[in-house]
């Protein structure tokens, strides 16, 4: 709290502790975990009593304290209606995942540390993270850029980061047993929500939906493969509008839009509009991309059933389906056709250079034996 004028009031409360408490308060049994509940004899009324932190109870917390405090403002202001009203500065909503054997939890985590090329540092960056030069009066509006970051802590704490403007999405191994997902709103206009504590229960549902899209994603990345028949949700085209088949494989949609691994957790977890998929994937390409190719690149991804507008909205989420297509594309592309199409160098396995090496050296020499010479 602060005695200088405006008298700003500052507010953190650790809903961990407070539901700890609630749980003990109720009969309910469990095993603490570092900001989490490893087990519970009660998971249904310990989920209850999380969902009951409120903007009610966060308000009856506060004015308690502020009933107790030391006050710049007399009781006089307070009945001018001179007072204090909350608004939320940075919210952190989380699911943590407790796994029944904790090696499973760990391999998840040393998957992406073992991906990163052994030249770079323990900490990589993918995303424009240039700043806009600072001019006199407002500045130029610039679009949001997707970054994700992989730091390594020790030899099995990874904790990956989603960043969208002022939030993020954090994921990381809680004592070496939990998953934990947790979703970092420092800004309420990132999801387009409004700043007042009264707002806090549709926060809160933005947020979980972060964390349960980002998981959906996960899932689909670990063993995704494309079905021969769409889905009973996909749509068919209409016959009076042209949507052309599903994107060809070597299309500039499928190769930059969703085949690349941060854009698709971003896109998936906060959704997209057309102006944000064009800076996405002008960035991708390394060039200009308009709004009518976006426009027709989206009419085409939407009737083949890939993604799906918000009702009422010009936002669009990935399906199932739209998920299946942009990893098994990007596994394809960065998995598959990259390194076997620089087999013959680093950074490809040693022994499928040394097999290659093998095959080109018996080709020579039947070449030889049948005394063919190199074509000038």
């Known amino acids: 709290m602060c005695a200088y004028f405006p008298y700003p009031v500052k507010v953190w409360l650790n809903g961990y502790e407070w539901a700890k408490r609630q749980a003990t308060r109720s009969g309910i ?42 006050l710049p403002l007399s009781e006089a202001d307070h009945d001018a209606g001179y007072w204090w009203e909350l608004s939320m500065r940075q919210i952190e909503t989380s699911r943590t995942i407790v796994f029944d054997a904790p090696r499973h939890a760990r391999a998840f985590f ?41 730091a390594t802590r020790d030899t099995v704490g990874v904790t990956v980061n989603a960043d969208y403007k ?14 934990r997902i947790e979703t970092v709103i420092n800004h309420t206009g990132d999801v387009i929500c409004k700043r007042r504590l009264q707002h806090l229960d549709e926060l809160q549902a933005k947020a979980r939906d972060i964390n349960r899209r980002l998981l959906d994603t996960e899932r689909v990345g670990q063993a995704v493969s494309l079905r021969a028949q769409p889905s009973s949700g996909s749509r068919s085209p209409p016959s009076t509008r042209m949507a052309g088949g599903r994107p060809r494989y070597g299309s500039e949609i499928v190769g930059s839009w969703p085949c690349s691994a941060p854009c698709v957790s971003g896109l998936n977890a906060l959704g997209f509009t057309n102006r944000s998929l064009r800076a996405q994937v002008s960035h991708l390409l390394g060039a200009a991309y308009t709004v ?66 093998v095959v080109d050296h018996h080709v020579h020499a039947y070449t030889a034996q049948a005394r063919l010479g190199t074509a000038a």
């Open 29 to 70: 049994g469990f095993t603490a975990l570092s900001n989490g509940f490893a087990t519970r004899t009660d998971p249904a009324g310990l989920q209850a009593i999380c969902d009951r932190l409120g903007p009610g109870t966060i308000t009856v917390f506060f004015e308690r304290w502020m009933s107790r405090l030391p």
């Open 110 to 150: 040393e998957a992406p540390r073992g991906r990163q090329p052994r030249h770079r540092p323990s900490r990589s960056c993918r995303g424009d993270l240039r700043r806009p030069p600072r001019r006199w009066g407002r500045p130029p509006k610039v679009e949001p850029t997707y970054k994700t970051r992989i």
């Open 166 to 179: 002022h939030s993020r999405v954090k994921q990381y191994l809680k004592d070496g047993r939990a998953l």
């Open 292 to 357: 009518n190719q976006a426009s027709y690149d989206l009419a085409r991804l939407r009737l083949n059933g890939l993604i799906e507008r918000r009702p009422g909205t010009n936002t669009y989420d990935l399906t199932a389906d739209g998920q299946r297509v942009a990893i098994f594309y990007t596994k394809v592309h960065d998995r598959l056709l990259r390194p076997l199409i620089a087999a013959n160098q680093p950074p490809a396995p040693r022994d499928l250079r040394d097999a290659l090496r």
